[in-house]
C-alpha cells in the first residue's frame, strides 16, 4: 500500500469497492437514495478502507459505510464515487460498519445481533464489543447466548424492546415449568408488567408450540410433528373452546336470572306504582320484548 495519510477524499471506481458487510434493505426507502442522489448528488462521501491487490498490483476497496449510496451509483450507471480512504484492518472495519448501522433508526435486526456474534467470532471480548458499540457488556452477553442457542424469536423481542436480554436469557435456558417461575419473578420485580407481560406470555405459548424461530432446524420441526405434539395441540384447543362454552353458560345463566327477577319485581303493584312516582315507569324496548319472550315461552 502507497504511503498515505490516515484519512483522504477520493474518486473510486465503483467496481473496486467490495461489499464485505452487505445489508438487506428496504426497497422503498433505497428507490428515495437514487432519486435524491439522481436529482441532487451525492451529498456524503462513503468511507472505504484500501487494499493492496498483489495480482495487478493496484488498490481495491473494502466498503465501511454507504452501501445504499454505492448501490445507488450502480443503479444510476455512475463509475466513479467519492470516498473517504481510511487506513484500517478488516477487524476494525466490520466494528466501524456495526456501530454506524447501530446508530441508524431504522435497521434489520437480526442482521445487527448477528454481527455482535461475528465480533465475538473475531476475538473480541465481551466488554470490547460492549465499549466499541456502545452496549452494555451484558446485553452483548445475553445476545451471544441466545444466537449461540438459535432463539430467534427471543432475539426478535429483545431487539424491539418487548422484553429485556436478562428475561430472554432465563427463558431461553428454562423448562417449560421453569419458564413460568421466570415470567413470575419478572412481574413481581416489574420487569414486566400490563401489555408487555402479555406479549411475552404469547411469545412463551408460540414458542412451545412452533420453536425458537425461524431457521432450517426449526422447519425440519414443524414438518416433522409428532403424534404426540399433535394431540396436544387438539386437546388445547378443545380445553380453550371448553372454558368458551362454560363462559357462555355462565353468563346466559346470569342474564335468566336478571330478566325472571325483573319480571318478578314488575308483577309487584307496588314496586311499579314506586316506579311511576320516581319518573322510571318506561322501560327499554330490549329488556321489554325480552320481558315479552318470556311470557310467551310460559304460556
Given at each position: 500500500m502507497p504511503d498515505a495519510s490516515p484519512e483522504h477524499t477520493e474518486l473510486i471506481a465503483v467496481d473496486a469497492i467490495t461489499v464485505v458487510n452487505p445489508r438487506i434493505r428496504n426497497q422503498k426507502a433505497f428507490d428515495g437514495?437514487?432519486?435524491?442522489?439522481?436529482?441532487?448528488?451525492?451529498?456524503?462521501?462513503?468511507?472505504?478502507?484500501?487494499?493492496?491487490?498483489?495480482?495487478?498490483?493496484?488498490?481495491?476497496?473494502?466498503?465501511?459505510?454507504?452501501?445504499?449510496?454505492?448501490?445507488?451509483?450502480?443503479?444510476?450507471?455512475?463509475?466513479?464515487?467519492?470516498?473517504?480512504?481510511?487506513?484500517?484492518?478488516?477487524?476494525?472495519?466490520?466494528?466501524?460498519?456495526?456501530?454506524?448501522?447501530?446508530?441508524?433508526?431504522?435497521?434489520?435486526?437480526?442482521?445487527?445481533?448477528?454481527?455482535?456474534?461475528?465480533?465475538?467470532?473475531?476475538?473480541?471480548?465481551?466488554?470490547?464489543?460492549?465499549?466499541?458499540?456502545?452496549?452494555?457488556?451484558?446485553?452483548?452477553?445475553?445476545?451471544?447466548?441466545?444466537?449461540?442457542?438459535?432463539?430467534?424469536?427471543?432475539?426478535?423481542?429483545?431487539?424491539?424492546?418487548?422484553?429485556?436480554?436478562?428475561?430472554?436469557?432465563?427463558?431461553?435456558?428454562?423448562?417449560?415449568?421453569?419458564?413460568?417461575?421466570?415470567?413470575?419473578?419478572?412481574?413481581?420485580?416489574?420487569?414486566?408488567r400490563g401489555g408487555r407481560l402479555m406479549a411475552a406470555k404469547r411469545l412463551v405459548e408460540t414458542r412451545k408450540q412452533f420453536g425458537k424461530g425461524r431457521g432450517a432446524s426449526d422447519k425440519r420441526s414443524r414438518t416433522n410433528l409428532s403424534v404426540e405434539t399433535l394431540l396436544r395441540t387438539y386437546q388445547n384447543d378443545v380445553e380453550k373452546k371448553k372454558i368458551l362454552l362454560r363462559k357462555a353458560g355462565a353468563t346466559r345463566s346470569e342474564i335468566m336470572f336478571l330478566t325472571q327477577s325483573l319480571k318478578t319485581l314488575l308483577s309487584d303493584e307496588n314496586f311499579v306504582t314506586l316506579l311511576r312516582a320516581e319518573g322510571l315507569s318506561n322501560i327499554p324496548k330490549t329488556i321489554a320484548d325480552r320481558l315479552t319472550r318470556i311470557n310467551g315461552a310460559m304460556t
Open positions: 437514495i437514487v432519486a435524491n442522489i439522481a436529482e441532487l448528488g451525492l451529498k456524503r462521501p462513503i468511507t472505504v478502507a484500501a487494499r493492496k491487490d498483489d495480482e495487478s498490483d493496484g488498490l481495491t476497496y473494502e466498503l465501511v459505510c454507504g452501501q445504499g449510496r454505492l448501490e445507488a451509483f450502480k443503479v444510476l450507471k455512475q463509475d466513479k464515487i467519492p470516498a473517504v480512504v481510511i487506513t484500517a484492518s478488516s477487524e476494525d472495519c466490520l466494528v466501524m460498519s456495526l456501530v454506524e448501522n447501530l446508530a441508524r433508526r431504522q435497521h434489520h435486526s437480526l442482521d445487527l445481533l448477528r454481527d455482535i456474534k461475528r465480533l465475538k467470532d473475531s476475538g473480541y471480548s465481551e466488554r470490547e464489543i460492549g465499549a466499541k458499540t456502545q452496549l452494555s457488556s451484558k446485553y452483548v452477553h445475553g445476545v451471544i447466548r441466545l444466537l449461540e442457542s438459535h432463539e430467534h424469536r427471543l432475539l426478535r423481542a429483545v431487539e424491539s424492546g418487548r422484553i429485556p436480554v436478562s428475561v430472554a436469557v432465563d427463558i431461553a435456558e428454562a423448562d417449560d415449568v421453569g419458564v413460568q417461575t421466570v415470567l413470575r419473578q419478572a412481574y413481581e420485580s416489574k420487569v414486566l
